[in-house]
């Protein structure tokens, strides 16, 4: 169920956030037209003053270039609010959508897709309309393989329980974690790689030519030489300017010798310190809050150092932006020129590498981690009537209104269930398009949760953890020359060579040897199961072969059966998805048919 509050909340901040987008954007539109006003004063004054000789002239340019580059400065201040605002607004209404059945805007994790895995496929795991797509919230590559596989492969029931109390921490802070995922949102994946590869191989060894003596004394020289020149042509003028001319030729031919260098570790990170920024706040965030729960303290604890991280990742990020100048050619070139200002800036970055790539690396990979965790967080916050499953240790399910959580909650049908003490293969037997595969997977797909660490459809839900292994969409595959049975036959292979070897096994099917003859299907269906009730191997088997639920005769106390079933009023028929106990005695094949024209005696 969704909470009424949460979308109250949703169209609240959607209000606010409109209000303050509008009034950003005026404040841009303003530092745009005094930026226009600062260069037009300056032509004026250049105009006015022209005769006054290059002393007057050197004045005006250089009050013109501070005024401007103030100005600079506050608007990007103020874009970067706006673009923060304005990925804020689209992260809620993504929220609000969702809410309304649409699609989320996050990877939908259909690069994680694998039919040969044990239950991915058959469970809707990842790809479009999957639990994957409906629950992400991470952006990063390490987040999104962090949630994947907690999603791929049940964890230990310790990992489960320390999940679940991290998430309910944060599930508290939902202003706070929404400002999380804005500040990630709108960077590109691929470039966090870059950042990783930067510090790791690229850098240590690009920067070995700015620690030799003589280039830093070249830096410090020429700069000191150049300014002190102008100073004394600005207020001499004569033959000075001529000597100004001289040092800033010396100063280009020096930098032209580096230039290969510095283009090179520009190329590679100069346009990712929107990310480091926005990684800083997050790291920030996550040093200077007072975590309770074990997990997540534990992960802060690994960014605890001599230095606080953020400051020297928001350092690096200043390093970068300083190198980024180079980008307007009049600045880069008044600066490279009389300060060697490139140079300088990769003195600071060589000085800065020394003593932090390390920590940077380890600083992504926390942030990756609290991304994967928030997925769920906001899960939990969206959905505040779904509750944390309860993690047994032995063999153990019981279940309270079920329900699959990707259906809508007006449509959604909800089901008790729970193990036998001892251990059953439980078959269902039903109708077609009665429920009998739905609630495998309602089972299944909540069980992935669970042992996700995530909050699962249900009012109640217990479990010991299960590996799962299922049965359900088999397809034939030309590439491989592989027909329906025999992709069957290979399943059920995978399947007892799993369930022999772990005892922790439970098995979902739905209708096994679709692609044989029925009598091939019946037998090869019962000696498959009686090998399951031999190994005490767990599951569900929907079937619509009610000789399987004959089993029962046989196997009174490891075979139990449970129906869906359809309700018939004169010649029309409906469903209520709800499963029963015993074998099924109503089908609707013949009313089917008969609705075609077909009779059957």
């Given at each position: ?21 509008t ?20 032509v ?67 690069e ?102 003589s ?62 920024n926005?990684?800083?706040d ?27 991280l ?66 769920l ?11 944390n ?13 079920l329900?699959?959580p ?25 109708s ?40 359900m ?21 995978m ?9 922790n ?35 569900l ?12 005769k ?48």
């Open positions: 169920m969704i909470d009424k509050n949460i979308i109250e909340n949703y169209n609240l901040l959607v209000k606010e956030l409109d209000v303050n987008i009034e950003i954007k005026k404040a841009i539109n303003s530092l745009s037209y005094l930026r226009l006003g600062v260069f037009a004063f300056a004026l004054l250049s105009y006015l003053f022209f005769e006054s000789g290059l002393q007057a002239l050197s004045i005006i340019f250089v009050l013109m270039l501070l005024a401007f580059l103030i100005l600079v400065k506050k608007q990007v201040k103020k874009q970067h609010l706006f673009n923060l605002y304005k990925t804020k607004l689209q992260l809620v209404q993504n929220e609000l959508d969702m809410i309304n059945g649409n699609a989320n805007i996050y990877n939908n994790g259909s994680y897709q694998n039919q040969a895995h044990f239950y991915m496929d058959d469970l809707d795991v990842f790809g479009a309309h999957s639990i994957f797509a409906y629950i992400n919230r991470c952006v990063s590559f390490k987040g999104l393989d962090l949630l994947a596989n907690w999603l791929k492969k049940p964890s230990a029931k310790a990992e489960i329980e320390q999940r679940q109390v991290a998430v309910e921490e944060l599930s508290k802070l939902e202003n706070e974690i929404l400002n999380f995922r804005t500040q990630l949102f709108s960077l590109e994946s691929d470039k966090v790689k870059v950042i990783e590869y930067f510090f790791t191989a690229f850098l240590p060894k690009k920067l070995d030519f700015i620690k030799v003596i280039v830093i004394i070249f830096i410090n020289a020429i700069s000191v030489l150049n300014v002190l020149v102008f100073i004394i042509a600005a207020i001499y003028g004569s033959f000075f300017w001529s000597i100004l001319g001289i040092c800033l030729i010396m100063s280009a031919v020096g930098y032209l010798l580096y230039k290969k260098q510095i283009d090179s570790i520009h190329e590679n990170i100069g346009n990712s310190v929107s990310i480091l926005s990684y800083a997050n790291i920030k965030w996550i040093e200077n809050t007072n975590w309770q729960s074990q997990l997540l303290v534990s992960k802060v604890n690994t960014l605890k150092s001599d230095k606080s953020h400051a020297e990742i928001a350092e690096l990020a200043k390093i970068l932006n300083s190198l980024n100048t180079r980008l307007n050619p009049i600045v880069g070139l008044f600066l490279n020129l009389f300060l060697q200002w490139d140079l300088r800036c990769l003195k600071r970055l060589a000085k800065w590498e020394q003593s932090n790539s390390g920590l940077i690396i380890n600083g992504l990979n926390v942030v990756s981690e609290f991304e994967a965790l928030i997925s967080a906001v899960l939990s916050n969206n959905h505040s009537a779904w509750i499953p309860k993690i047994v240790d032995s063999y153990h399910i019981k279940s309270i209104a329900g699959h990707l259906i809508k909650e007006k449509d959604r049908i909800v089901n008790d269930f729970s193990l036998a003490q001892n251990i059953t293969i439980d078959v269902i037997t039903g077609n398009m009665a429920g009998k595969s739905t609630f495998l997977r309602t089972l299944g797909v909540n069980m992935v949760l669970a042992f996700a660490g995530a909050k699962v459809c249900a009012k109640v839900f217990e479990t010991s953890v299960f590996n799962i292994l299922s049965y969409r088999i397809k034939d595959s030309l590439s491989n020359q592989t027909s329906t049975f025999k992709a069957e036959i290979d399943r059920l292979k399947i007892l060579e799993h369930t022999k070897i772990d005892a096994s439970f098995v979902l099917i739905d209708e096994m040897l679709r692609g044989t003859n029925s009598r091939d299907k019946y037998l090869g269906s019962k000696v498959f199961i009686k090998k399951l009730i031999a190994q005490q191997t767990p599951g088997i929907a079937t619509h072969d009610l000789q399987i639920a004959e089993l029962e046989e196997f009174p106390q490891q075979l139990r059966n449970y129906h869906f079933d359809i309700q018939i009023k004169g010649e029309e028929m409906y469903f209520d998805y709800l499963m029963k106990d015993g074998e099924c005695k109503t089908f609707n094949a013949s009313i089917l048919l008969k609705n075609i024209g077909l009779q059957i005696d």
